[in-house]
């Protein structure tokens, strides 16, 4: 452990923290939706994400050393906010949301962390665990599948509430300026878990700026073809696929086979269904796929086109599937039941609230 290590760690967790802010601030520019009076709940929400991450820290699996503690701790800040976005609107209640927080990220982001920073996961002992620089199997892969999951849960009020893509949206500006700054954010996340500025360092950075640039391309000419007009929408869903991408594989990658990356997930992005800011969710969740499952694929002199062998491609894949399943499944039950238990009790909140003005 250097003091670079340290400094790197702890400017890690401060952006993965910052990007979780702006990702917040572009999903509700994007319905024109204001984010004050909002970030008290944000914070307490990421106050217990981060809190049970720090359970991990606590129980130390194989592999899991005292210098990833703050970026533990501020991916499970991430990811609670992120998988608890349509959660916060679609409940008028902030106790069914809090607690489906802390038990989301207890029991769908918990194992994700520990499959990143451990060692326990190789399971065709190829000796390398598991590839993903950023931790994007719990902070976009499992998030954005447990915010699939609150939103199939909440279809019917999503119809009701959701724009549309033809609806009016802020202008372009209001919706670039954050997710530029989110992207910039996004740099020192990726730079700082790396934990040291070595031969991998202008990599990471080259494939983090050329990445989402190719997945904004890519999604600005499907969205031109498909709908004969460009979006804000279009533009950061794009911006969204390629740092997806990016976030697991940019270290690994040629940036010529990253730019191809960014590109296939900004396009396969912009064709997944469209609801607002809601398209964020399953943007993060597949880019995020595609990165982790192309990075076995192509990562350099380990992959697959490079040996000849399968096996760490298809531990990704078998990753990323086990995880996407798993969130959508463990979040679906959790925001089921805890949905019904808060409209049980709304009924009773209001007796007694009418019985206080009778009295």
């Given amino acids: ?137 719990p902070a976009l892969v499992a998030a954005g599948g447990g915010g699939v999951a609150v939103l199939w849960i909440e279809r019917p009020a999503e119809a009701r509430v959701a724009a549309p893509v033809a609806a009016p949206l802020e202008s372009w500006w209001r919706v670039l300026w954050p997710t530029l700054a989110m992207w910039a954010a996004w740099l020192g996340w990726l730079v700082g878990l790396e934990l040291a500025i070595d031969s991998h360092t202008p990599v990471i950075l080259l494939n983090a700026i050329l990445m989402p640039l190719a997945g904004a391309l890519a999604g600005a000419l499907v969205e031109r073809v498909r709908d004969r007009a460009n979006t804000p929408l279009g533009l950061v869903t794009g911006v969204v696929g390629g740092l997806a991408a990016a976030t697991p594989a940019c270290a690994n990658l040629e940036p010529a086979l990253g730019v191809v990356v960014a590109a296939l997930s900004g396009a396969v992005c912009l064709l997944l269904p469209r609801r607002g800011s809601a398209t964020l969710l399953p943007t993060l969740g597949v880019g995020g796929g595609i990165g982790l499952v192309l990075v076995g694929g192509l990562a350099t002199d380990v992959s697959f086109i490079y040996t000849g062998q399968p096996e760490v491609l298809m531990g990704q894949a078998l990753a990323v599937i086990a995880a996407a399943a798993w969130s959508f499944a463990a979040c679906a039950i959790l925001w089921a039941l805890l949905r019904r238990i808060g409209k049980s009790r709304a009924p009773e909140t209001q007796r007694g609230e009418a019985g206080g003005r009778q009295a």
């Avoid at 606590?58 to 608890?84: D, E, K, M």
């Fill in 1 to 137: 452990m250097t003091a670079t290590s340290v400094w790197l760690s702890v400017i890690g967790a401060a952006a993965i923290l910052a990007s979780g802010v702006f990702f917040t601030v572009v999903q509700n520019r994007l319905v024109g939706r204001s984010s004050r009076g909002l970030w008290s709940g944000v914070a307490v929400i990421a106050a217990i994400g981060a809190a049970v991450g720090l359970v991990l820290v606590v129980l130390r699996p194989p592999g899991v050393a005292p210098l990833f503690t703050a970026p533990i701790a501020a991916l499970g800040a991430f990811f609670a906010v992120v998988v608890t976005s349509p959660a916060r609107r679609a409940s008028a209640r902030s106790l069914p949301v809090l607690v489906f927080a802390a038990l989301a990220t207890l029991f769908v982001a918990l194992p994700a962390l520990a499959t990143v920073f451990g060692t326990w996961f190789d399971p065709f002992g190829t000796g390398l665990g598991f590839i993903d620089l950023g931790a994007a199997l």
